[in-house]
T-cell receptor
Framework: EAQVTQNPRYLITVTGKKLTVTCSQN?????MSWYRQDPGLGLRQIYY???????DKGDVPEGYKVSRKEKRNFPLILESPSPNQTSLYFC???????????????FGPGTRLTVL | QKEVEQDPGPLSVPEGAIVSLNCTYS??????FMWYRQYSRKGPELLMY????GNKEDGRFTAQVDKSSKYISLFIRDSQPSDSATYLC?????????FGAGTTVTVRA
């Protein structure tokens, strides 16, 4: 079954305690990205990766890091979480496609993070 | 000003009603226009997508794009309680997707 998995699904932590949210996909997609979803603001892209070892900033990258060492995994790292990073996080994947094409983006189930 | 504007609602309709959702946008370079549906505690899933202006129908769902007005719509006919969800519009420019804030819809039985 084609799927995108995220772990953990729920996390409560304290300010400054480093954490990692994992994302894994079994669809052999080149493109992976991270979004955060906040009420009234919708989905905002944090980072994306076009392929292994290729990552770039999205719209709201401050306070986050990513790495893409393997095609199937794209972890999101919060080195020093702060309360304003309390949010619902989604990993998403799709085929890379091209400038003028569209490929469906598949989302993971989400990770609800609370930073106290 | 946001690139994509969407009224967050919430919207509550009786079963069988027509649900009308819309988004406006400011970037004329958008080429692909999508609607995603998100059930509570789930990730968004693609509902429909269209390329350029015009209408597209899929069962009870119709997507409309008016590029001249920078306006897209989604209509749900004969709405069912199972249609209760948040609907997000999205638009593609180059390699990037831009999302609206999402409209929460409740269909009352």
């Amino acid at each position: 079954e084609a799927q995108v998995t995220q772990n953990p699904r729920y996390l409560i932590t304290v300010t400054g305690k480093k954490l990692t949210v994992t994302c894994s996909q079994n669809m052999n997609h080149e493109y992976m990205s991270w979004y955060r979803q906040d009420p009234g603001l919708g989905l905002r892209q944090i980072y994306y990766s076009m392929n292994v070892e290729v990552t770039d900033k999205g719209d709201v990258p401050e306070g986050y890091k990513v790495s893409r060492k393997e095609k199937r995994n794209f972890p999101l790292i919060l080195e020093s979480p702060s309360p304003n990073q309390t949010s619902l996080y989604f990993c998403a994947t799709r085929l890379a496609g091209s400038f003028s094409s569209y490929n469906e983006q598949f989302f993971g189930p989400g990770t609800r993070l609370t930073v106290l | 000003q946001k690139e994509v504007e969407q009224d967050p609602g919430p919207l509550s309709v009786p079963e069988g009603a027509i649900v009308s959702l819309n988004c406006t946008y400011s970037n004329s370079a958008f080429q692909y226009f999508m609607w995603y549906r998100q059930y509570s505690r789930k990730g968004p899933e693609l509902l429909m997508y269209t390329y350029s202006s015009g209408n597209k129908e899929d069962g009870r769902f119709t997507a409309q794009v008016d590029k001249s007005s920078k306006y897209i719509s989604l209509f749900i006919r004969d709405s069912q309680p199972s249609d209760s969800a948040t609907y997000l519009c999205a638009m593609k420019n180059d390699y990037k997707l831009s999302f609206g804030a999402g409209t929460t819809v409740t269909v009352r039985a």
